[in-house]
């Protein structure tokens, strides 16, 4: 079994990183989890597993003549296997974003559970092509009004090439009194439910000034927590690896939206 999940929004700062490591790390008590970094531009989840340091990454996936193996550039930890993307102008400007979809579909084959850490922006085919290959987004928002017309956009371009909602994750939330109004809002406008709502907390930046997944560095957090619950909600549905490799390899590169 094996389905694809593009963790997405509308724009940047949201906490998708931070969120695409916390839901790996809940769903992989149950699951095979393997994580990507498919934000090539802008990449930062290896800053959050501590994997700052590794030579091979996403992008030498994505150079042809590099011959990378996909195992080269994937690292088991915190019970995931990782695949980190690098920070370099150089590589990302040398890489070819059409390559994306052999890397997911040999990751497929051996996985039930596939996370990519998407680009917050729709602006180009390596930031649309993570929202394009998955089964379902979950769209990670801050609790404002702007907030959910940019992820309205994000689910607008993904259910046309038919992927789904799985769920909106509010993150960053302070005003606990007052993100009832928004949730009810979003109930009205996104395919998922709302699966969870993440408290801002200097625990979260803690994790990541110390290069660990949230649930990692603060299991019993109330962000941690809420996680969990995310986690718990979301229905994985078991694809058949050959068909979604097959639909992976075959996916049409998207023009620039």
Avoid: W
């Amino acid at each position: 079994m094996v389905e694809a999940f593009a963790v997405a929004s509308g724009k940047g700062g949201t906490g998708k990183t931070t969120s695409t490591l916390a839901l790996g790390m809940a769903l992989a008590a149950e699951y095979d989890v393997t994580v990507v970094d498919a934000d090539t531009g802008m990449a930062n989840l290896l800053f959050h597993a501590g994997l700052d340091d590794v030579e091979v990454t996403l992008h030498d996936l994505l150079v042809e003549e590099t011959g990378t193996g996909v195992s080269e550039a994937t690292y088991e930890r915190f019970g995931m296997s990782v695949v980190p993307c690098g920070t370099s102008l150089a590589a990302f400007e040398a890489a070819d974003p059409a390559r994306l979809r052999d890397v997911v579909a040999d990751l497929a084959a051996d996985t039930d559970v596939l996370l990519l850490d998407s680009p917050a922006a729709l602006g180009s085919k390596s930031a649309v092509l993570p929202i394009v290959l998955a089964d379902r987004i979950v769209v990670v928002l801050q609790p404002t009004v702007p907030a959910l017309s940019d992820g309205l956009k994000v689910q607008e371009y993904a259910r046309s090439y038919g992927t789904e909602t799985a769920g909106v994750l509010f993150n960053k939330v302070h005003d606990e009194a007052g993100i009832d109004r928004i949730v009810d809002r979003a109930g009205e406008y996104f395919g998922g439910e709302t699966l969870a709502t993440v408290p801002d907390s200097d625990v979260v930046r803690a994790a990541r000034r110390a290069g660990e997944p949230l649930l990692a560095h603060a299991p019993e957090s109330t962000p941690a927590a809420a996680y969990r619950a995310a986690a718990d909600r979301i229905d994985v549905r078991a694809g058949d690896e050959g068909d979604v490799a097959d639909r992976f390899r075959s996916a049409v590169v998207p023009d620039t939206p």
